[in-house]
């Protein structure tokens, strides 16, 4: 079977820095899959790289086996893939609906005239935006304004307005940054409920516990190349991912582990 999403060799580059080095990975359709790497690694320009949002310097990207060069930020949206932004991108101003209404509906120069036809065409995307919001558990907070928020509830309402546009590919741009532990989790355990409606999910993040915990196959970058890559378990025994983490996610890791190893011995 093809992979939905797929690069080959693609770099990313701004002057003589690549941020992005001969970089291939495989979105499987169904799966959750992991892209994850230490702050600096490149993520987020990758993502831009998919999504239209930054030039490719050489290789391509490919959704549904077509080559997305030249396509549009726009064109890869209405086709299907969909992100999400670290920096939240919310309208602070609107209401948590109004915010998922925004993004659910597809608009063209002649939308206007299509309303006017067919006044019942908002129904649909009513109904998508309450399916993300109900997906997500947010309902209680559709008429509140994003501004008064907690930071938590606005990265949810965040993936919710991505989910709005029913994506066939939903990429999501480090949704766990500023989320505590219990936050985190709970954030994992909506994204393994999308998988079940039938919405491919690409997770980017540096948070190792989360990308471990709900992905089924994770590539590791580092200084913008892929330096590992495979199942959870695979990445987080390789050495290579645990050199790139010294200092940070790594030794929780290895304490983990160390007291796994003593526990497995007092009994």
């Given at each position: 079977?093809?992979?939905?999403?797929?690069?080959?060799?693609?770099?990313?580059?701004?002057g003589?820095?690549?941020?992005?080095?001969?970089?291939?990975?495989?979105v499987?359709?169904g799966?959750?899959t992991?892209?994850?790497?230490?702050n600096?690694?490149g993520?987020?320009?990758?993502?831009d790289?998919?999504?239209?949002?930054?030039?490719?310097?050489s290789g391509r990207?490919?959704f549904?086996?077509?080559?997305?060069?030249?396509?549009?930020?726009?064109?890869?949206?209405?086709?299907g893939?969909v992100?999400?932004?670290q920096?939240?991108?919310?309208?602070?101003?609107?209401?948590v609906?109004?915010?998922?209404?925004?993004?659910a509906?597809?608009t063209?120069?002649w939308?206007?005239?299509?309303?006017?036809?067919?006044?019942?065409?908002?129904?649909?995307?009513?109904?998508q935006?309450?399916?993300?919001?109900?997906?997500l558990?947010l309902?209680?907070?559709?008429?509140?304004l994003?501004f008064?928020?907690?930071?938590?509830?606005?990265?949810l309402v965040?993936?919710?307005?991505?989910?709005?546009?029913?994506?066939?590919?939903?990429?999501?741009d480090?949704?766990?940054?500023?989320?505590?532990?219990?936050e985190s989790q709970q954030?994992?355990?909506?994204?393994?409920?999308?998988?079940?409606?039938?919405?491919?999910?690409?997770?980017?993040?540096?948070?190792?516990g989360?990308v471990?915990s709900?992905?089924?196959?994770i590539?590791?970058l580092?200084?913008?190349?892929?330096?590992a890559?495979?199942?959870?378990d695979e990445?987080r025994?390789?050495p290579e991912v645990?050199?790139?983490?010294?200092?940070?996610?790594?030794?929780?890791?290895?304490?983990?582990?160390g007291?796994?190893?003593r526990?497995?011995?007092?009994?």
């Open positions: 079977m093809s992979a939905l999403l797929e690069t080959h060799d693609l770099t990313v580059s701004y003589g820095l690549h941020a992005n080095s001969n970089v291939n990975i495989k499987e359709k799966k959750l992991g892209l994850i790497g230490p600096g690694a993520k987020t320009t990758f993502i790289a998919i999504t239209g949002f930054t030039n490719v310097s990207a490919e549904r086996g077509q080559d997305l060069s030249g396509e549009s930020a726009a064109g890869r949206a209405r086709n893939l992100r999400t932004f920096s939240l991108e919310l309208f602070e101003d609107l209401t609906w109004d915010n998922l209404i925004v993004m509906e597809t063209y120069w939308s206007f005239l299509a309303d006017i036809i067919r006044p019942n065409r908002k129904v649909g995307v009513e109904e935006a309450q399916w993300a919001l109900d997906l558990g309902g209680d907070l559709k008429d509140r994003t008064d928020l907690s930071h938590g509830q606005r990265k965040s993936v919710a307005r991505g989910l709005a546009a029913r994506p066939e590919l939903l990429l999501l480090e949704p766990a940054a500023g989320l505590d532990t219990v954030l994992g355990s909506h994204l393994r409920e999308i998988l079940n409606r039938d919405i491919t999910l690409f997770l980017i993040d540096h948070d190792m989360l471990l709900v992905c089924d196959y590539y590791v580092d200084f913008g190349k892929i330096i890559e495979g199942t959870p990445v025994k390789n645990i050199k790139a983490y010294l200092g940070e996610t790594a030794g929780e890791i290895q304490a983990q582990e007291a796994a190893v526990q497995q011995g007092g009994n």
